[in-house]
């Protein structure tokens, strides 16, 4: 850019110029989707860019689209493809008068974008958000902290399968990523991946997982205005940043503190309740029941 700090204001958002990146503001409203509420401000750097578009938008506008190289965003990586036009963070609406100024801005960046524009980055160049963060799914709340993934099963929305295995705690260094599948859609879920179950090199070793998400202790499942697109989002391309960046050692387990007493009474509690209805067998309740008294 030959000016830094020039600003364009577009709907929804304004895009300020730096010399090495783009700084998108969004805006805070009742019309601004809740992503963009959420995400606040992202710096984009323009190595982090593949291609800048200007095509008609809707209704008199135009839509200025920074589309990003595949790999060069972990919150685009972990949508994969399933944001809706109007949540994709790289579109700027502007209204149709300001085409000429927008078509200028759109030049500039193009200018801007290196030799490796069209291959995929080899690693992340937008940050995502930071931890700690967490959210609500329908069958527990999801937690990291930077460097623990953690979920918390809710008696009312959970698996027996997941109540057999108690609430999970994941090392970042024991993930290769993360699986998200929108909200919006029919059984969306976030699951984690561990080291070997995908195709990377340790994909030898790959446990085949449950194929239903709300069978899979590693997994939560959304629905029911659970696990919306603003929160499960960032969280997942925040575990995926942490992935990447993590030190290929995985780091030694650590014990969970002390349970909640009532806690653990009231999972006892439902625990029975299982038993009873001949979800679970004599053994099984048995070991689960010993299993909780222990972290008292």
């Keep these: 850019m030959r000016h830094m700090g020039d600003v364009l204001a577009g709907i929804q958002a304004t895009w300020e110029f730096e010399t090495d990146s783009v700084l998108i503001r969004f805006e805070r409203g009742i019309r601004t989707p809740k992503l963009f509420s ?49 949540c994709d963070p ?32 080899e690693r992340y160049a937008v940050a995502a958000p930071e931890a700690p963060l967490n959210f609500k799914a329908y069958d527990g709340k999801a937690s990291f902290d930077g460097s623990h993934v953690s979920f918390r099963w809710f008696w009312t929305g959970a698996s027996s399968a997941k109540w057999k295995a108690g609430d999970q705690s994941f090392p970042v260094t024991e993930l290769s990523g993360v699986e998200w599948r929108s909200p919006e859609v029919f059984d969306g879920y ?24 709300d069978q899979d202790p590693a997994a939560v499942v959304f629905g029911l205005g659970y696990g919306p697109v603003h929160e499960s989002l960032p969280f997942a391309a925040a575990v995926l940043e942490s992935v990447r960046n993590a030190d290929a050692t995985p780091a030694p387990a650590v014990r969970p503190g002390r349970r909640d007493p009532a806690d653990i009474a009231e999972r006892i509690r439902h625990l029975g309740e299982l038993h009873r209805a001949g979800l679970v067998t004599d053994e099984e309740f048995s070991t689960k029941k010993s299993q909780l008294l222990a972290e008292l």
């Design 38 to 86: 959420a995400l606040r401000e992202r710096r984009i750097p323009h190595e982090a860019l593949t291609s800048v578009t200007l095509s008609p938008g809707k209704r008199g506008t135009v839509v200025l689209h920074a589309v990003p190289r595949p790999g060069a965003d972990p919150l685009m990586e972990a949508a994969a493809g399933q944001l809706k036009e109007g």
């Design 90 to 121: 790289y579109r700027l609406v502007l209204p149709a008068e300001r085409e000429t100024l927008a078509e200028y801005y759109a030049d500039e960046l193009r200018a801007l974008l290196g030799p490796d524009a069209d291959k995929p980055a």
């Design 190 to 213: 976030l699951r984690l991946l561990g080291r070997g179950a995908g195709s990377g090199p340790d994909s030898g070793d790959a446990v085949p997982q449950p194929a239903q998400a």
